[in-house]
């Protein structure tokens, strides 16, 4: 074999054989092939912070592999991605597979085009060891302050919590908002909107009151004296204006313009965006990068002129403003922008229309408009009407795109002169009230973290997912509670107040912290504050930028961090605290006299009766959906105890409710049922609870495929992963089971067949247990 190019996914090969010949063979390596030990703290302090790798059980095969493909080839090529993470990855493989300098060869792309590819082979550089640092140093410092801090939140709030260096600012974030939410007051005021009409025209003019005004008895005040007021046209102001298109898409901006247009979360759009650039669509899209390539300005020229005109074309080059721009060199834009459309799942269809818009956009003349504001004024009054429109006199960019909103005009303003007098038709007074901030969307958390430079393009959607994997935030479900409000309203027929309803408070799809994540974001925050501090957080990211371009060492910044923060860790590990961080006492028991409790359990927030030193044990209740640790009642907690409770009866026998160790259930005729998130133990009624019995039941039954009266106890199983075989014999505690191959057809599987992969796999298991028992009496 002359050429082995390595990347590190299938589908990405898979995209590269097409384009080159026999002499090239293309493998993958499932990404990173070595990492840190999962269990171990693997840093050898003693060594500078050096990390202590190790090849996991399940890439070992594939290591054998590539090691015995890389002996046969005459030359390597490490072709993972262009940014830290790819750099390290082909690092890892030059180390592991045992490469050398004068037969292995570094080659980068940000797209995989033919073109591309065969560039990359003909300007191949070495393994830059500067972007290996900064991951490596990325990896390290993540891992100390993981690995340090999470053990503390284990001992002062609850087990099996963690703690990370982005995550827990992101976390912040959240729960700032949350504050800042809880602590809004609002405030009503009334927005004042009229209509007029030009008599000269006959023409309709909307406009609106230029202040709000405070008050029922005001507003009502105000359109009684509109009634007899007259209104004249004191100023007409046209202006030219220009608005010019957003750049093309980075990955953040991407993330944000999914979720606006296309109802994407942020790891959706990346898994969607992953697919494109591995067949070839798109470039890489891990980029903070503005810039295009002059190749791809010139395309993409030349086909704007083609589709629309000459007068469309407007060439721009736009500069990265963020520091370190440093995941890849070009914007994310089709590979041709020739097609206008692709092959794919409606997903990839969407995602990639979005893409071509955007980055054709990009390269086109500004939107030219026309905005008119005219100045009617009110008979013996300060304030004033303001009608404003805006036309599009010729549209650019938006015949493409429009990145603000899918409208492209305001309103037109019929041609009216000053000084005319209008003739009011009416006006009316709606109650309006301010707001509070509104609770970030995955997208506007991207946004947020990118102004305040914390975390790159490769960690955005990772630390969105870790959170809400963490428990520490969680996706709102509520869809808005009905609010009334009051329009007052002055026309032909006098003045008429009435009441309306709207619908206010919708959190579905927000990010909401959860009581774990209040309670341990603030004990971050009060004895571990440089950690969550915005800017220490940014100013590490610019550390890994300056590690990057090889102007630190990396090894030294770790140390500089870990000697002030060890400390720290000791301390606080130390510190004796009364109670639990987040535990707060709500009363006394009225029944048993014992103290009433509420914290964070080992399975979430819960009310405590009793003392852990006291004879008796505690009993415990698990907090409802809508209830919260920090505003939970005496009243509401000792609620929770009615449990268990009689819910029905269904075939005779009764339904109870109760709350167990793993949460909520019913129990029936034996048996346990676990109730779903969205009912609880408290509300479920007879109906739902059999309704949950039954499609357990029936859940079950079609879990059997088949059954041998051959060899009773062996059972053809439909589970999670796919059909495989059970046997339980008789008296067994446990079943055994064998794994049939993907696409098998259970139900036609013959006894002889199932005996066979019975026997096979047993063997199998058999030759490799001395190995293991071997490894034991060698530690001893």
Request: proline share 4%; glycine share 6%; aromatic share 8%.
């Amino acid at each position: 074999m002359k050429n082995l190019i390595i990347v590190e996914s299938p589908a990405k090969a898979k995209t590269i054989e097409k384009f080159l010949g026999k002499d090239y063979k293309v493998m993958s390596s499932f990404g990173h092939i070595r990492d840190l030990r999962k269990k171990d703290f693997s840093i050898d302090f003693n060594s500078n912070y050096m990390p202590v790798y190790e090849i996991p059980a399940e890439k070992r095969e594939l290591v054998k592999q590539l090691k015995s493909a890389a002996s046969e080839a005459d030359m390597v090529w490490l072709a993972s991605d262009e940014d830290r993470e790819g750099e390290a990855i082909a690092w890892h493989l030059y180390e592991v597979l045992g490469l050398k300098p004068e037969n292995t060869k570094r080659i980068v792309f940000h797209e995989i085009t033919k073109p591309a590819i065969l560039n990359a082979i003909e300007n191949p550089r070495d393994i830059d060891i500067n972007l290996v640092n900064a991951q490596q140093a990325r990896r390290v410092l993540d891992r100390i302050v993981g690995f340090e801090l999470s053990p503390v939140l284990w001992k002062k709030i609850k087990p099996a919590l963690s703690a990370g260096r982005v995550q827990s600012v992101a976390v912040r974030l959240i729960c700032e908002r949350e504050k800042e939410i809880k602590n809004f007051v609002s405030e009503a005021y009334y927005r004042v909107n009229a209509e007029f009409d030009a008599p000269a025209t006959g023409a309709k003019l909307k406009a609106e009151l230029n202040k709000r005004i405070d008050g029922q008895e005001a507003a009502e005040a105000f359109l009684q004296y509109c009634a007899d007021a007259t209104f004249k046209v004191e100023d007409v102001s046209v202006k030219p204006a220009h608005r010019a298109p957003a750049p093309p898409f980075t990955t953040s901006t991407l993330q944000q313009e999914a979720s606006r247009k296309l109802g994407f979360t942020v790891s959706q759009t990346m898994m969607v965006a992953q697919r494109l650039y591995e067949a070839g669509l798109i470039t890489y899209m891990r980029t903070d990068s503005l810039n295009l390539s002059g190749l791809a300005i010139k395309d993409i020229a030349q086909s704007i002129e083609t589709d629309f005109g000459k007068q469309y074309v407007k060439v721009r080059k736009y500069h990265t403003n963020s520091k370190g721009a440093q995941e890849a060199h070009e914007a994310i834009r089709p590979t041709y922008i020739a097609n206008k459309e692709i092959d794919g799942t409606p997903q990839e269809k969407r995602l990639y229309a979005l893409i071509w818009k955007r980055t054709i956009a990009s390269q086109m003349a500004d939107a030219e408009l026309e905005k008119t504001t005219v100045d009617i004024s009110i008979s013996g009054r300060e304030e004033r009407f303001v009608a404003q429109g805006e036309v599009v006199k010729f549209d650019g960019f938006l015949n493409v795109y429009n990145v603000e909103s899918d409208s492209d005009e305001s309103g037109v303003i019929p041609a009216i002169n000053p000084g005319e007098v209008l003739n009011r038709d009416e006006i009316v007074a709606t109650q309006r009230f301010t707001q509070a901030p509104s609770r970030y969307s995955e997208a506007a958390l991207v946004k947020k973290m990118e102004e305040l430079g914390i975390g790159r393009p490769s960690t955005y959607a990772p630390t969105i997912s870790t959170i809400q994997g963490r428990e520490y935030v969680e996706k709102g479900e509520k869809e808005g509670v009905k609010r009334s409000y009051t329009m007052i309203t002055l026309n032909d027929k006098g003045l008429k107040s009435k009441e309306a309803k709207e619908t206010v408070g919708s959190e579905k799809g927000r990010l909401i912290p959860t009581d774990t994540g209040m309670i341990v974001n603030d004990f971050l925050t009060e004895y571990f504050p440089d950690i969550l501090d915005y800017n220490f957080t940014a100013h590490v990211e610019e550390k890994f930028d300056d590690i990057a371009e090889g102007k630190l060492q990396w090894d030294k910044e770790i140390d500089g961090f870990y000697q002030d923060f060890h400390p720290q860790i000791e301390r606080i590990s130390k510190l004796r605290m009364e109670h639990k961080v987040g535990e707060r006492m709500l009363g006394t028991d009225p029944k048993s006299g014992k103290p009433v409790s509420v914290k964070i359990g080992r399975f979430g927030p819960v009310v405590q009766i009793g003392d852990t030193a006291d004879e008796e044990k505690p009993l415990f209740a698990s907090l409802l959906k809508n209830q919260s640790v920090s505003t939970i009642t005496l009243e509401e907690a000792l609620k929770l105890f009615e449990l268990p409770r009689t819910v029905g009866e269904y075939e005779d026998k009764e339904i109870i409710a109760a709350i167990g160790r793993f949460g909520p259930y019913v129990r029936h005729d034996g048996k346990f049922y676990a109730i779903p998130k969205e009912l609880t133990a408290q509300s479920i009624t007879e109906e739902e609870a059999i309704k949950i019995i039954n499609c357990k039941r029936e859940e079950e039954s079609n879990k059997i495929i088949k059954e041998f009266s051959e060899m009773p106890g062996l059972q053809v199983v439909n589970g999670r992963y796919g059909v495989y075989l059970a046997y339980k014999p008789e008296g067994a505690k446990k079943a055994t089971n064998y794994k049939l191959e993907k696409g098998t057809d259970g139900a036609s599987l013959s006894f002889e067949d199932a005996q066979k992969v019975m026997e096979e796999q047993s063997s199998a298991t058999a030759t490799k247990r001395p190995k293991r028992a071997t490894k034991k009496a060698t530690k001893k």
